[in-house]
């Protein structure tokens, strides 16, 4: 448990992630394209789900810009892309939620493939610990969201492609630990590393279940061990089922 706490220490001062413009049209084209794209799914699940197939899962240098995002074969983008993404599709539909982030209890070979790969990107590696990884993650109403997975969790505790979900918290909020391990002391909130974006800003109500449409929850399953639901880049009648992503 000391060790998961200095793991968590060191995760709090990650500032959650907020894709950035340059001001100019190499940004303004691609972030246009980009929602453009998904606001094509007609309810927000399908929407949500689209995200991580939109954005092939893999190394970002930050800060990040749209324009950076966009290779020759697609988009590239990690969890705090998903995030973010997912976080300003909540928005333009009015679905209060709240950011934030968990830690990742991994198999034992992960943490060092993807320092090697980050490595390789020249990206920060801040996020990967010796045996837990930093996770961005959305909270909506009383259930929890994996804009990487595309699938609901059942918060500390749960799991995720793999990966044991050993605490989570909001951006302002405390630690929640998997009930699975020892609590350990309370400790001071961390100081809020960064404020919100305008297309991403967050108000969590009690409950916002019942504020995503009919399709949409159907679509978003609450059942955190059913797989995870993405869509295709094209714009279908109802958002189908993949496979999961890898998470950062």
Known sequence: MTELLAE????????????????????HMVRHGVFARLTQFGDIGARLAAVPELFRWGPVQWPAYWCHLALHDGLIGDCGVHADVAAALLERDGI?????????????LAPAHWRVSWNEAQANVAWIGRNVVHHEVIRVGD??????????????????????????????????????????????????????????????????????SPDA??????????ESSSAPSSAPTSAPSSTPHVLS
């Open 8 to 27: 968590l220490e060191r995760f709090d001062r990650i500032g959650l992630s907020r894709v950035a413009g340059h001001g100019a049209a190499c940004c």
């Open 96 to 108: 209060p939620h709240a950011r934030g982030r968990a830690a990742l209890l991994t198999g034992p």
């Open 217 to 226: 929850s159907s679509t978003l399953s609450p059942d955190a061990s059913s």
């Open 143 to 212: 259930r929890w969201w994996d804009p990487s997975d595309a699938r609901w969790f059942a918060g500390a505790g749960g799991n995720l492609a793999g990966a044991r979900v050993v605490a989570v918290r909001e951006d302002d909020g405390p630690w929640q630990f998997d009930p699975g391990t020892s609590t350990p002391a309370p400790t001071p909130l961390p100081a809020p590393a960064s404020t919100l974006a305008p297309d991403a800003s967050s108000m969590l109500a009690p409950d916002t279940s019942a504020m995503l």
